[in-house]
C-alpha cells in the first residue's frame, strides 16, 4: 500500500508540473529588481519581472516574430504575445519557439477556418456522453467552463461521431472562446477578460469508467490546448471529487509553487457556499445550488446576449478598444480578495497589465482551457487523469514538449492538451 501511494503521488506530482507549466527548464534569468509599487511586487512574486520588464520583453518578442515571418499574422497582439512568454516563465527564444510551433500546427491543420467553416451536426448527441460548455460568468465576469467527465461514454460517441471530429469540435469551441466567449464577458463586464474559471465536477469519476478511447481523446485534447492555447485558465474549482483524489491532493499540494496551488481548489463536500463566492446564484446552474434553470447544452452567458452580439459584430477586432486591463477596473482587485479568500492576496493581483491600445485582443490565439480551457498554462483539467487511485476517468499527457503539426482527429498523431 505505501509503494502504491508513493508512486500515485509522484505521478500527481509530475502531472502537475506538467500541467501548469512550471518546468524549470522554462525559467529565464532577469535582472535584479527591487519593484516600487504594489502590482510590481506582485508581478515580482508571480512571474520574475515587473511590469516594465514584460513589456519590453513583450516588445522584442513581437520584433523578433517580425524580423521572422514578416507580415506578422493576426494573432501577434499584445495579450497573446503574453500568454506564451509566461507560459515559457519569460524565456523569449522558448516563448518563440513555442509560438513559431503553434502556428505550424494551425496551418497544418486549417484552423482558421475551424470557426465558421467547421460544421458539427451532432452537437446534440454529443454533448449527452460528452457534457461540456459555458455557463455564465463567474462574479468578477470571467467565463465559467463546466466540465463533467464521469458522464463521458466513448463507447456511445462512436455509434454516431468519430474522434476526428470530436477533436476538430473541441478546437473550434477553443476558437469561439477566443473570439467569441472571452469578448463578450469582456464587454458585458467592462473590462478585458483573458482568463476562465473551470468548474470540475468530478460525481460519477472512477476506475471502472475509466477506458483506453476516454484517456485517448482527453489527453490529445489536454496537449492541444497545453501547446496551443496556454495561459488561458485563472482556476480550476473541482467539486464532487472521490476520496482517494482529497488525499492524493492534501499529500502533493505543499510540494507545488504558490502559483499551481493558487490555480486548484477542492471544494468541500457542501461546497454551495464556497462556491457561490466565485460565482452568484443566477450564474450557477441548480444542480449545483444555483438559480439558473437553463440546462448546459444551452451555454447561458453574455456571449448569448443579442445586444453584446451586435456590439461585437460592429467593433470585430477592436472590441478592447476602450476597456481596462482586468485589475484596473473599480474595486476588481479587492473584490478578488475577498472572494477568494484561500488565495495569496499576491497570486489574486499579479496578473496585471497597462491600458491596452485599440486593436489588442480581437484576432485569433486568445485563450484554459477554448474550452479549457484551458490551460496551459495548461489548464487543469488533467488534475483527474491517469494518476487517481479511485478515478481518471480523464486522463491526460500535460507534457509540454514539442507540437506535433499532424491532424488533430489521429489519436495516436497529435498532442492535445486548460
Request: glycine share 10%.
Amino acid at each position: 500500500m505505501r509503494a502504491y501511494l508513493k508512486n500515485k503521488v509522484s505521478a500527481l506530482s509530475d502531472s502537475m508540473s506538467d500541467l501548469m507549466g512550471s518546468e524549470k527548464e522554462d525559467a529565464a534569468p532577469h535582472p535584479a529588481v527591487s519593484p516600487a509599487s504594489p502590482r510590481d511586487k506582485a508581478m515580482v512574486k508571480q512571474w520574475g519581472v515587473t511590469r516594465a520588464q514584460e513589456a519590453a520583453l513583450i516588445e522584442r518578442f513581437r520584433q523578433e516574430l517580425q524580423a521572422e515571418l514578416n507580415p506578422l499574422p493576426p494573432s501577434t497582439d499584445k495579450l497573446t504575445l503574453r500568454r506564451f512568454l509566461r507560459a515559457r516563465k519569460h524565456s523569449l527564444s522558448k516563448a518563440k519557439g513555442m509560438f513559431l510551433d503553434q502556428l505550424e500546427w494551425r496551418k497544418a491543420n486549417d484552423v482558421d477556418s475551424v470557426l465558421h467553416g467547421f460544421k458539427f451536426e451532432e452537437r446534440d448527441r454529443f454533448f449527452e456522453y460528452y457534457p461540456e460548455g459555458f455557463y455564465g460568468t463567474d462574479r468578477l465576469g470571467r467565463p465559467v467552463y463546466v466540465q463533467q467527465p464521469g458522464k463521458v461514454n466513448t463507447d456511445e460517441l462512436w455509434k454516431f461521431t468519430t474522434m476526428e471530429r470530436c477533436v476538430r469540435y473541441h478546437i473550434q469551441q477553443q476558437e469561439r472562446y477566443l473570439n467569441v466567449v472571452l469578448p463578450s464577458a469582456s464587454l458585458a463586464s467592462g473590462k478585458i477578460q483573458e482568463q476562465s474559471i473551470v468548474l470540475l465536477d468530478m460525481d460519477g469519476v472512477g476506475v471502472s469508467t475509466l477506458t483506453g478511447e476516454v484517456r485517448k481523446i482527453l489527453a490529445l485534447i489536454m496537449e492541444i490546448d497545453q501547446d496551443n492555447y496556454p495561459e488561458l485558465m485563472y482556476k480550476t474549482l473541482i467539486i464532487n471529487a472521490p476520496t482517494t483524489f482529497r488525499v492524493l491532493w492534501a499529500m502533493v499540494r505543499h510540494l507545488m509553487d504558490a502559483r499551481t496551488q493558487a490555480k486548484i481548489e477542492v471544494l468541500p463536500a457542501d461546497y454551495h457556499a464556497e462556491l457561490q463566492a466565485y460565482i452568484a446564484p443566477e450564474n450557477l446552474m441548480q444542480q449545483y445550488g444555483g438559480s439558473n434553470p437553463a440546462p448546459l447544452i444551452k451555454e447561458p452567458g453574455p456571449w448569448q446576449d443579442a445586444k453584446i452580439k451586435a456590439e461585437l459584430g460592429h467593433k470585430g477586432k477592436d472590441w478592447a478598444q476602450g476597456l481596462p486591463s482586468f485589475d484596473e477596473a473599480p474595486g476588481g482587485v479587492e473584490i478578488e480578495r475577498r472572494h477568494s479568500a484561500s488565495v495569496p492576496a499576491t497570486v489574486l493581483a499579479g496578473d496585471v497589465d497597462e491600458r491596452l491600445p485599440a486593436g489588442v485582443g480581437g484576432g485569433q490565439g486568445g485563450g484554459e482551457g477554448g474550452l479549457v480551457r484551458a490551460a496551459q498554462d495548461a489548464d487543469t483539467r488533467s488534475v483527474q487523469g491517469e494518476v487517481w487511485g479511485s478515478g481518471g476517468q480523464q486522463a491526460r499527457s500535460g507534457s509540454g514538449g514539442s507540437r506535433s503539426s499532424s491532424s488533430g482527429g489521429s489519436p495516436g498523431g497529435n498532442r492535445l492538451h486548460t
